[in-house]
Structures are given as C-alpha cells and as structure tokens.
C-alpha cells in the first residue's frame, strides 16, 4: 500500500540544523511532485517547499527561503529537507506529501514528525 515515513525530527537549539527523510513506497515516486508541510499547535497546516526534479521545480516558502533545503533521490524513493539555522518559530509536526505531477493536490500524506527549537 502506498506509504510515506518521516523521520529525523527532534528537539534542538535556535541556530541548530535537522535533516528530515521521507521514505515513499507503493506508487512510482519519481512521478510526483514531493512537498513538506508543517503544523504548529494552534495554527494551520502551511507549506513549506516542494520538488519534482533535482535540477528544476523546486519551491520554497518565504519563511524558509535560504535555510532548508529540499532535495530528493528517486532512485533511493527518498526525499529530504535539510533545515538550516533553525528558529523557535520553526517548531511544529513536519508533514511529507505527495501529488501526481499534474494534479494540484497531494493526496499521499505521511505521518509527520515532530520538530522542536528551543530558544
């Protein structure tokens, strides 16, 4: 069936790095587009970047524009985010989604892991 699992969050200082995986299976991943998404408590769920291919396609929120960075292997079914000089703002559950390359909705969704900067 089809999957996505999320992995490498936890607790770190502002200014600390995290480096998320996100491990697809049961669909053809390199045909979709793979995005992360985050919630914080209280808030809506917002978008945060998104890629289809290494070279091209790759979109980021302005919040994190020049700190993450997105990138994947579709060989691997694998896609990552690095998330660079983290703020306390940055704390929320990180979502890994995916979408059809030509569809505007994800409908594959992951579990989320949490990820938490203290100050």
């Known amino acids: 069936q089809v999957q996505l699992v999320e992995s490498g969050g936890g607790l770190v200082q502002a200014g600390d790095s995290l480096r998320l995986s996100c491990l697809a299976s049961?669909?053809?991943?390199?045909?979709?587009?793979m995005g992360w998404f985050r919630q914080a408590p209280g808030k809506e769920r917002e978008f945060v970047a998104s890629i289809l291919r290494s070279d091209s396609s790759i979109y980021y929120a302005d919040s994190v524009k020049g700190r993450f960075t997105i990138s994947r292997d579709d060989a691997k079914n694998t896609g990552w985010l690095r998330m660079n000089s983290l703020k306390p703002e940055d704390t929320a559950v990180y979502y890994c989604?995916?979408?059809?390359?030509?569809?505007?909705?994800?409908?594959?969704w992951g579990q989320g892991t949490q990820v938490t900067v203290s100050s």
């Open positions: 049961g669909f053809t991943f390199s045909r979709y587009v």
């Open positions: 989604a995916a979408r059809y390359y030509t569809s505007s909705k994800y409908n594959y």
